[in-house]
């Protein structure tokens, strides 16, 4: 059974930083593509960054330059890093886990089928 856990998350103020990790365990499939979705209060969950088990990235515009994704195959974790942080980034942050031959880095959530719990990120201003 694939489990994701996701920690990390906390409250921090405007400009500052905070690193998420995601804790897969359950599979052992080689080609895999991880992800970080997120949700604010009153709004749409929306993809934030991808990568793939080549190691292929995507970001979404809002976050390009500030968070970086990555992954510690041999840990199976996956990583966020958020750098300048902004009010805006304020929401619950999901990781996701798709496992399928030749998938390939996405932010269509509808594309993954594992997901975590979530982490809470709040940034004050």
Known sequence: QVQLVE????????GGSLRLSCAASGYTYSSV???WFRQ???????GVAAIDSDG??????????????SQDNAKNTLYLQMNSLKPEDTA???CAAELRNG???TLAQ????????????????
Request: with cysteine; charged share 15%; proline share 2%.
């Open 33 to 35: 593509c991880m992800g």
């Open 40 to 46: 604010a209060p009153g709004k749409e969950r929306e």
């Open 92 to 94: 619950i942050y999901y």
């Open 56 to 69: 292929s990235t995507s970001y979404a515009d809002s976050v390009k330059g500030r968070f970086t994704i």
């Open 103 to 105: 998938v390939v880095t």
């Open 110 to 125: 509808y594309e993954y089928k594992y997901w975590g719990q979530g982490t809470q990120v709040t940034v004050s201003s």
């Open 7 to 14: 920690s990390g998350g906390g409250s921090v103020q405007s």
